[in-house]
């Protein structure tokens, strides 16, 4: 089954500068990997070495972060929507090597 | 007023502009900034710009979210994960893409934090408000290296005149 996969501006250059790809898979899991096979390498934008999603990746599905559902095991149904949002945070405490 | 880089007054340009390398901002989204992080202070404000990326990023909206940091208020921020995808379906509807956020430091200088770089993306325009009690605001604007894990600044651009990175 295909699904939409919305890739975050970040993340566009490693799918032909897109804004939007499809993707197979009946589970997150899947449809992620279906994206690298697909886009060879943009898997390790979204996982990290110790192969769990990077810690300033979210995924939704549809208006929902995977956290709450079922995580990457969360399934998926015709027209649902997977979308890569990056997680954006900081401040101050001392300053950066700039 | 708030004043990009401590550099003085510039005439409004609304909309749109265009010139290269420089992030594009109106008057008002200045304003719309240092009243976000007055009102915020002594706690940090972050909020999306929505526009045009490209070269020259240009800025056609600003929008104001809450920082979900769960503590430590005063020195973290975290922009609400569903209002940049809400804000992202919205600005491709305009034919917009979200092109930055931008985010306080109260009472500490408007350059990237060791915690900023840490958390930093490429390919967006982080802008950094600092205020402090009394006096102007300043506001600059920073892209990330991903190659040499470093911020670059960028000139704000308001009208005619190219304000420079304070180097």
């Known amino acids: 089954m295909a699904v939409k996969v919305r890739i975050p501006t970040p993340l566009q250059p490693a799918v032909g500068q897109k804004s939007e790809v499809e993707a197979e898979g009946g589970t997150v899991r899947d449809v992620l990997a279906d994206l690298d096979t697909r886009y060879p390498g943009i898997k390790s934008r979204i996982y990290g070495d110790d192969g769990k999603l990077r810690r300033f990746v979210n995924v939704y599905v549809n208006d929902e972060d995977i956290r709450?559902?079922?995580?990457e095991d969360t399934v998926l149904k015709e027209g649902d929507e997977v979308s890569i949002v990056p997680a954006i945070a900081g401040g101050t405490r001392g300053p950066a090597p700039i | 007023m708030t004043d990009p880089a401590g550099r003085g007054e510039h005439p409004e340009q609304p909309g749109c502009g265009s010139s290269g390398d420089a992030v594009v901002l109106?008057?008002?989204?200045?304003?719309?900034l240092e009243r976000h992080a007055r009102q915020t202070y002594p706690?940090?404000?972050?909020?999306?710009?929505v526009g045009q990326p490209g070269e020259t990023v240009?800025?056609?909206?600003?929008?104001?979210?809450?920082?979900?940091?769960s503590t430590r208020l005063h020195d973290r921020y975290e922009v609400d994960p569903r209002e940049i995808?809400?804000?992202?379906?919205?600005?491709?509807?305009?034919?917009?893409e979200i092109v930055g956020f931008y985010h306080s430091h109260p009472d500490h200088p408007p350059a990237p934090s060791a915690t900023d770089v840490e958390s930093a993306w490429p390919g967006y325009v982080y802008l950094i408000v600092a205020v402090a009690e009394v006096g102007e605001a300043r506001v600059t604007a920073w892209t990330f290296d991903e190659k040499h894990g470093r911020f670059r600044e960028h000139p704000i651009r308001v009208g005619e005149q190219s304000l420079r990175p304070a180097g």
């Open chain 1, 68 to 71: 709450f559902l079922q995580g």
């Open chain 2, 26 to 32: 109106s008057a008002e989204h200045l304003v719309q």
């Open chain 2, 43 to 49: 706690e940090e404000c972050c909020g999306v710009m």
């Open chain 2, 58 to 69: 240009s800025v056609c909206s600003v929008h104001p979210t809450e920082n979900l940091s």
């Open chain 2, 85 to 96: 995808l809400k804000l992202d379906r919205a600005a491709e509807q305009r034919g917009l």
